[in-house]
């Protein structure tokens, strides 16, 4: 449903896993599945050493995991000072529903800012409903939206006053969160522990809630 919850449960995931027994029995679907179990369980007995790039990670998963950070993986430009004109907010994402884009466009709506949606629009559960949903979303707000080359990340970055990190889904060592704090840019997230390990100085508001992003 969407929803995060604690962790693997029998109870839990069986209900999430219900309206998806079609998808899972599609022809080969299952086998997939059942391999990918038999190589976890083969990870387990044989893998001398986890690596994490997060505690968080370490944690939830429930491994006994050597934590080691992920560098940044561009060249970033120097820090810039924040515009003299509207602020100008920045998302970088997949456009799905647990990267909250749609929050992110909720909350700048009919604000004096800009909104730059930086992802690529991809199916969610085999249908590009909610892409189209967003594309139509941000036209009307007059916001922009689609993926962005990785040798146009520099630009990206440089025209960024405050990037908006709305995902409501576990994170873990997010590297959009990352290259920002590395250039100085506020970051303004849902208050997830997988952020807050690698920037405690953010802004943090409550998941999913409409109400506490649009009045940020």
């Known amino acids: 449903n969407l929803q995060r919850c604690s962790g693997p449960e029998l109870r839990r995931c069986s ?3 219900a309206p998806l027994w079609p998808e899972l029995l599609w022809p080969g679907m299952l086998p997939k599945l059942w391999q990918r179990q038999r190589w976890e369980a083969e990870g387990d007995r044989n893998v001398d050493c986890w690596l994490s790039p997060s505690r968080h990670l370490i944690q939830r ?13 561009r060249n970033l430009p120097a820090p810039t ?13 997949s456009i799905i529903p647990t990267k909250g884009p749609h929050l992110a466009i909720e909350a700048a709506r009919g604000l004096p800012l800009s909104l730059h ?4 629009l991809v199916a969610y559960r085999g249908s590009m409903d909610y892409a189209r949903q967003l594309q ?9 939206l689609g993926p962005i080359p990785p040798e146009q990340m520099k630009t990206f970055w440089e025209a960024a006053d405050l990037l908006l990190f709305p995902s409501t889904w576990e994170e873990n ?6 290259e920002a704090a590395a250039m100085g840019i506020p970051i303004l997230s849902s208050d997830l522990e997988g952020v ?3 920037q405690p ?4 508001l409550p998941i999913e809630n409409k109400y506490a992003w649009r009045h940020a």
């Open 15 to 17: 209900w999430c896993l």
């Open 61 to 73: 998963m429930k491994k006994p995991a050597r934590y080691l950070p992920l560098p940044l993986l």
């Open 81 to 93: 000072l924040p515009s003299q004109g509207p602020l100008r907010c920045v998302f970088a994402g």
């Open 117 to 120: 949606l930086a992802g690529p």
């Open 136 to 144: 139509k979303m941000s036209q009307e707000a007059g916001f922009s």
């Open 173 to 178: 060592s997010p590297s959009v969160i990352r």
């Open 196 to 198: 807050r390990e690698i």
């Open 201 to 204: 100085d953010a802004i943090f």
